[in-house]
């Protein structure tokens, strides 16, 4: 298994738009979606067969057994297009530089209400999923402030830590105001005029830089992840992502790097880790109420992107300990949910291909947090490196449902804020 590291250059603006169910207005992603990326791609793909020849327009089953297109795109192990999320961040005033390992915020992560930010210039940020979970289990109600007593509230977005240094990453926007034109006259026509909001191309303004997204796609076959390779990097400037393509829009430059995909030592590194932290400030609450530590082992399961689950044919936002089980294919009746951060909220599309509107989905918000425990630990490193690879949930191809297991931002506390 291989993945390709997929480094995105926005060459002009970005439509990356979200239509919300009985909204009149299309907002824009903050990051570019798996599903534009991949189908980005396959269009070039099907584009370069059909002008070599290679597929007959005529006929819809022109994916035959064994196919290239169909293994990247439609076997059952078909390749993961992972959301490309900003890579650029602010180093100093109207400063910006690429920055190229980017991390989510979990739910559990929280800042001051009133001085919300990563230090120095902000009272930080911390995360409070241990502390809630000893505090349950010891009896008692958390309500957490930061050292100084001032309120906190969930900080979310995207960033990157180096030298013990975090930034936020974000992405700025604007709207594009346009009119629609009467065919026949070739003149403004009445009464349609429209904007568009787009991601912008560079971030600053007196020193404008590019703006930058990282992604990732994972391929199970090494022989189709270099023929992908290859075909990206001979065309990496003629894709077209998001809409109004024909305006403009959409232009950018694709670099690609190939990965061997870790194994899951670091996984059992970071869960390690996890517990011995856990183990630490039980026995700080311990102060409360003595009680001894659970003879069990415990893991989080962090999203990383949103997440479409299902549990006995109904949609859900909480992975339940026999849908892990399920997308683990473990048979471990100790596994225990502990506790659930998540939320919900609906997505469509735009299916290109076949010239429709995707279903109308609810969706598990991103950064989502699960806390599991088992008495049987050494059974689920392997099987958390394949979620880690593959996703959980329904169209993990398209980058829904990807999951990272024990994130280190769970081992920073109030009382070392960053």
């Known amino acids: 298994m291989k993945q390709i590291i997929l480094t995105i250059t926005a060459q002009a603006p970005l439509a990356i738009g979200q239509q919300k169910p009985g909204g009149s207005v299309s907002e824009a992603f903050d990051y570019i979606p798996g599903s534009v990326i991949r189908g980005a791609i ?6 370069q067969a059909q002008e070599a020849g290679q597929i007959d327009t005529t006929n819809d089953n022109f994916n035959q057994p064994g196919d290239n297109f169909q293994a990247l795109f ?3 192990q078909a390749a993961v297009f992972q959301n490309a999320y900003p890579a650029i961040a602010k180093t100093s005033d ?3 530089a690429v920055i ?3 991390s989510l915020l979990p739910a559990t992560a929280l800042s001051s209400k009133t001085n919300s930010g990563f230090k120095p210039k902000n009272a930080g940020v911390f995360d409070s999923l241990i502390d809630s979970f000893c505090a349950k289990e010891h009896g008692h109600f958390y309500e957490p402030n930061d050292l100084t007593g001032d309120r906190v509230e969930p900080f979310k977005g995207f960033y990157s830590e180096q030298e013990n240094t975090y930034r936020s990453h974000s ?5 594009l105001t346009r009119v629609g034109i009467n065919r026949r006259r070739a003149t403004a026509e009445e009464q349609i005029l429209y904007s568009i909001e787009v991601l912008n191309e ?3 303004k007196k020193e404008p830089q590019p703006s930058v997204y990282r992604s990732a796609i994972v391929v199970d076959d090494d022989g189709l992840a270099d023929q992908l390779c290859d075909f990206i990097t001979h065309r990496r400037e003629e894709f077209r992502l998001g809409g109004s393509a024909s305006r403009g829009l959409g232009k950018v430059h694709l670099a690609v790097e190939l990965q061997n995909t870790t194994g899951d030592q670091e996984i059992q590194s970071r869960v390690s880790a996890f517990n011995t932290k856990l183990k630490k400030h039980w026995e700080q609450w311990n102060i409360f109420n003595s009680k001894p530590f659970p003879d069990r082992h415990f893991f989080t399961l962090d999203l990383q992107s949103d997440a479409i689950l299902t549990e006995d044919w109904q949609r859900t936002m909480v992975i339940s300990k026999k849908m892990l089980r399920d997308y683990a294919g473990i048979e471990d009746d100790t596994l225990e949910l502990e506790l659930s951060y998540s939320s919900y909220d609906y997505r469509s599309g735009w299916n290109a291909a076949w010239g429709l509107q995707k279903d109308v989905e609810l969706i598990t918000n991103m950064a989502s947090v699960y806390l599991f425990s088992t008495e049987q630990p050494d059974r689920w490193y392997e099987p958390l490196h394949r979620l880690e690879q593959r996703g959980v949930g329904d169209r993990t191809p398209e980058g ?6 024990c994130d280190p931002f769970h081992l920073i506390f109030r009382e070392n804020a960053v």
Do not use: E, M, N
């Not at 992405?171 to 709207?175: F, N």
């Not at 829904?400 to 297991?405: D, E, I, L, M």
């Open 400 to 405: 829904f449902g990807q999951v990272k297991v």
């Open 202 to 204: 560079t971030q600053g």
């Open 94 to 96: 109207d400063h910006y």
């Open 100 to 102: 190229c390992k980017i």
């Open 171 to 175: 992405i700025s926007k604007r709207l």
């Open 74 to 76: 439609l076997d059952q």
């Open 42 to 47: 396959a269009a070039k793909i099907l584009q």
